[in-house]
């Protein structure tokens, strides 16, 4: 009766091993397949005939060998489960993904859970491994960790050009005069805007208007260093942001910027567009009694360069006074 109990629930057993929609391994100590259950064979392709005794390394050539049987050996010999994430590795087995709704990923995102098997005299001969597949809630991971770095990027960028926009650039130069009273480094900051903007809406539309910007804008990005800043300042205004730089160094930044932008051809519609930029400069000075007293004194410098005759760059004379 006992026996008969016992097979009875066997049969049970196998027959929910079958159906549980988990893949269910069983291994040999020589990483050979003893059990294989439906899951298995529908994910891999591979019946239980075709994989038992196979060694599971050339079954599945891409699972990094000396880092599992480490996980393995590790599990066995403390007697205890092991298991793998899908944030530290993807996937065991490269299976492919049956998600029709999202079609978000290619491959089946997999934890893994590996269970030594001890037997009546409590050795380890065998180990289980059971793989789930957490497809769905790591494609959700994914989307919402994608969404959260878009939604970082458009708070501290411009819509239109991609570079930092006033509120967030302002911060940086916040941060940047805070670290010149500490330690004394130079800044500087260029302003410009682009010449006659209002005459080139006016004439060709404000679509066109908007692709000279994003040019500017792109030069502009092309030309500032690693550590510079560049924004846009609002409108047909911009700015750069050179940290440990004096008036000499930022002068010369700025040539180069106005000649480069003055040599654009910008073809929008089949029509080619030019434009030239007027630029202010103003470096941190021993006067300089806050951040947005280096802004004012940038933007009269550029007032200045627009009512000598635009397309070119003038220094703060607040720069010169104290001999930056």
Request: aromatic residues 8%.
């Amino acid at each position: 009766m006992t026996a008969s109990l016992d097979i009875s629930e066997l049969h049970w057993m196998l027959d929910i091993i079958q159906s549980i929609d988990v893949g269910v391994v069983v291994l040999d100590r020589d990483y050979q397949v003893q059990a294989w259950n439906s899951f298995m064979e529908n994910h891999s392709g591979r019946t239980a005939s075709q994989v038992s005794q196979q060694s599971l390394f050339e079954l599945f050539p891409e699972i990094d060998r000396s880092w599992f049987t480490h996980k393995v050996e590790t599990a066995v010999m403390l007697g205890t489960r092991a298991f793998t994430i899908w944030e530290q590795r993807p996937y065991l087995m490269r299976f492919k993904s049956y998600h029709p709704i999202t079609g978000l990923a290619d491959v089946m995102y997999q934890n893994v859970t590996i269970l030594p098997l001890r037997t009546v005299s409590n050795s380890s001969d065998h180990v289980c491994l059971i793989i789930y597949d957490v497809t769905n809630a790591a494609v959700n991971r994914l989307q919402l960790e994608t969404a959260n770095t878009q939604l970082r990027s458009l708070a501290i960028h411009d819509g239109l050009t991609g570079l930092l926009n006033r509120r967030h650039w302002e911060s940086c130069l916040e941060h940047e005069f805070a670290r010149h009273t500490r330690y004394n480094n130079p800044a500087s900051l260029v302003l410009f805007d682009i010449d006659h903007f209002k005459r080139l809406n006016d004439s060709y539309g404000h679509r066109a208007g908007d692709e000279v910007i994003r040019q500017v804008a792109e030069v502009t990005r092309q030309m500032a260093r690693e550590t510079d800043l560049a924004g846009r300042y609002g409108g047909e205004e911009f700015v750069v942001l050179l940290p440990d730089t004096d008036l000499v160094g930022a002068s010369q930044f700025a040539e180069r910027l106005r000649g480069r932008i003055a040599q654009l051809v910008i073809d929008h519609e089949g029509t080619s567009l030019s434009c030239t930029v007027s630029i202010g400069i103003a470096c941190i000075h021993a006067e300089t009694t806050g951040y947005n007293r280096l802004i004012e004194e940038a933007d009269q410098a550029l007032y200045q360069a627009k009512s000598t005759g635009r397309n070119r760059i003038t220094l703060s004379d607040a720069g010169h006074r104290t001999g930056q």
